[in-house]
């Protein structure tokens, strides 16, 4: 068989040695068997505040109880006109993807669309940095999610260098008066941090590495960011100081268990916007152990 033609294979690491909750470890995504040290702690990692994950039964209750609220703040939007536009932002394998998915399972595609972009062409970037965002905002009646969005520029660019330190700078001036722009035109802008533990990311790479089915989303990103955990976190820090505003704030999500997170995530959209027909007892009430706004949620 030609090689060009071969289908790739799971990227290979290095093992690396990491300092995680405050001790060297080393962790090699290569070996078949997960540390015993990260499947202990997956869960609790970064004081995650329960014990156990929501029960399946539990979860597919309350989801399909939000995906019908889901289905008909999406009819009240055709009637009404209104525009939704939800970020999703976190470190690799936080959940954002699996999120999005149960959000749009039952919504009408031809007007719930989601954005998820390549990397910029030439063209691109040499554009005003906002500028193929704008391109795929909503129009009337449309709900829109982006899995990554301009805040590339806020965490992934500079620790990955991708960016200038001025690139970088000038992004964290503009983003609230771009943002400010947004809400003012009407739209409903939802800007989400899904939060992770580091045992959580690394027990979720692995399983990324060894599945047949998705080892795919397993990419060179992910390899070269395993030890870069300290940086992210400066850089997410400094993100959610700097673009947390009264009119576009930052939503974060606790999200070790990937059920409570995306429960969270739908009942926040449904009880920020007084679409026609609520059913509140239906969407029911915020973990506030799960979510809240800004970067001193985190702690």
Known sequence: MNKSLEKPGPVKSDPVTLTVSGKKRTFDIDDPDLPKWVKEHSL??????????LGNKEYEKQLEALQVELVKLQGWMQSSGARIMALFEGRDAA???????????????????NVALPKPTETERGQWYFQRYVAHFPTSGEFVTFDRSWYNRGGVEPVMGFCTPAQHEQFLDEAPDFERAIVNDGIHLFKFWLNIGQETQLERFHDRRHSKLKYWKFSPMDVAGIAKWDDYTRMRDLMLERTHSPHAPWTVVRANDKRRARLA?????????????????A??????RIIGSGGSFLG
């Open 44 to 53: 609790s990692a970064g004081g995650y505040p329960y014990d156990d994950e």
């Open 95 to 113: 959940g954002k993807g699996g999120t999005i998915s149960r959000i749009r399972a039952y919504m009408n595609p031809r007007t719930a669309r």
């Open 265 to 281: 995530v739908m009942r926040r959209i449904l009880l920020t916007v007084a679409y026609e027909g609520r059913d509140l007892d």
């Open 283 to 288: 969407i029911g009430a915020e973990d506030p």
